[in-house]
T-cell receptor, first 115, second 113 residues
């Protein structure tokens, strides 16, 4: 079946611009996660949704970062006033949400480059 | 959170077994040991997990030390497709924020043809 998809696969923007990154989870998965991966590092947790609500946004680095999931399916990660330090691969994952340790299925990521 | 320690890199030959170690000396009694791997230019994918007993699945085996302070992911016959970064992750089975996957730098496995 279809896995997690993310669009765009690559995004190049200029410092100070606004960007939106989209995640389409596996159908029926109620839990959705965003992670950020800098070069040479493992992914770092950003935010976790259970249904439409953000259950944990403690990983968002500052108030320039915001994520929504209005209908409990697709999620959008929004970054305002981008900075060069925001350059990274942004990964989305989803899971059934039925168990605390359920397997997370990751998308291929969006590579964001801020010039 | 309990931490894990893995070698930065390992090398193997195709069709030979690979043993990827992970140390987790501060593991708690409710922590499950999970392994994910990340192929080049892809997101991480689940490999295997266990609590106390050794585990096998179609991808790999997980050997857990009796004191649970270390574990080993075993790929029985490495293929070129197994070249990836392998992450050993602890997840608290008692709840809390166990939905978060806390990745370290992992082990970069190179498989030689």
């Amino acid at each position: 079946g279809a896995g997690v998809s993310q669009t765009p696969s690559n995004k190049v923007t200029e410092k100070g611009k606004y960007v939106e990154l989209r995640c389409d989870p596996i159908s029926g998965h109620t839990a959705l996660y965003w992670y950020r991966q800098s070069l040479g590092q493992g992914p770092e947790f950003l935010i976790y949704f259970q249904g439409t609500g953000a259950a944990d946004d403690s990983g968002l680095p500052n108030d320039r970062f915001f994520a929504v999931r209005p209908e409990g399916s697709v999620s959008t990660l929004k970054i305002q006033r981008t900075e060069r330090g925001d350059s990274a691969v942004y990964l989305c994952a989803s899971s059934t949400g039925l168990a605390g340790l359920d397997t997370q299925y990751f998308g291929p990521g969006t590579r964001l480059t801020v010039l | 959170d309990a931490k894990t320690t893995q070698p930065n890199s390992m090398e193997s030959n195709e069709e030979e077994p690979v043993h990827l170690p992970c140390n987790h000396s501060t593991i708690s009694g409710t922590d499950y040991i999970h392994w994910y791997r990340q192929l080049p230019s892809q997101g991480p994918e689940y490999v295997i997990h266990g609590l106390t007993s050794n585990v096998n699945n179609r991808m790999a085996s997980l050997a857990i030390a009796e004191d649970r302070k270390s574990s080993t992911l075993i790929l029985h016959r490495a293929t070129l497709r197994d070249a990836a970064v392998y992450y050993c992750i602890l997840r608290d089975g008692s709840g809390g924020s166990n939905y978060k996957l806390t990745f370290g730098k992992g082990t970069l496995l190179t498989v030689n043809p």
